[in-house]
């Protein structure tokens, strides 16, 4: 909707802007603000959605760890019992197979750099001055970033993934 905005406002790079009647450049103001606060708030809810599941994970290796580590009986191993209240862990190698903390970092980093920075570009170009010209070089540094920690934290949970297996085995 924001681009369509744009668009409707400069429809080319090297095209002269656009001038509506008045209830025209009110529906265009009206789309570009009401799009901005939707992505903002789509924005807000993605970002408490990946920290949910980022701090899920995190709980979920802490109570692996903590069976494997023998600090919590394990009531019954060969079911993946792995608590006092008596919740199963359906299938152990599942769960290990799941997206680690670190790759939903990554993800994140790489999806705000890399993800944002066609945006940032086609809108730079069509309004020139839109953006600060240092937007895109440090989205682009924040997706490799997040290349960075996934090639961390791909290592990283490869060993706890392994010592977790060696002590449920």
């Known amino acids: ?15 002269d802007p656009r001038v509506y009647d008045e209830p025209g450049e009110a529906f265009i103001d009206l789309l570009i603000a009401t799009s901005s606060v939707v992505t903002i708030v789509a924005f ?13 994970n995190i709980r979920l290796l ?5 069976v494997a580590e023998g600090r919590v009986m394990a009531v019954e191993r060969e079911g993946y019992r792995s608590n006092k209240r008596g919740k199963t862990l359906a299938g152990f190698h599942e ?22 920075v066609p945006f940032f570009i086609v809108t730079g170009e069509t309004i020139p001055g839109i953006w600060p010209e240092w937007t895109v070089p440090v989205l682009a540094i924040l997706g490799a970033l997040g290349v960075a920690v996934l090639v ?10 392994n010592r977790l297996l060696e002590a449920w085995s």
């Open 44 to 56: 807000i809810a993605l970002f408490f959605a990946l920290l949910a599941a980022f701090w899920a």
């Open 95 to 116: 769960l290990l197979a799941q997206t680690w903390p670190g790759h939903t970092v990554a993800s994140v980093l790489v999806g705000l750099g890399w993800g944002t």
């Open 1 to 15: 909707m924001f681009l369509l905005g744009v668009y409707l406002r400069k429809p080319g790079r090297r095209a």
């Open 152 to 161: 961390w934290s791909d290592g990283a949970a490869a060993r706890s993934r």
């Open 62 to 66: 802490n109570r692996l760890r903590s």
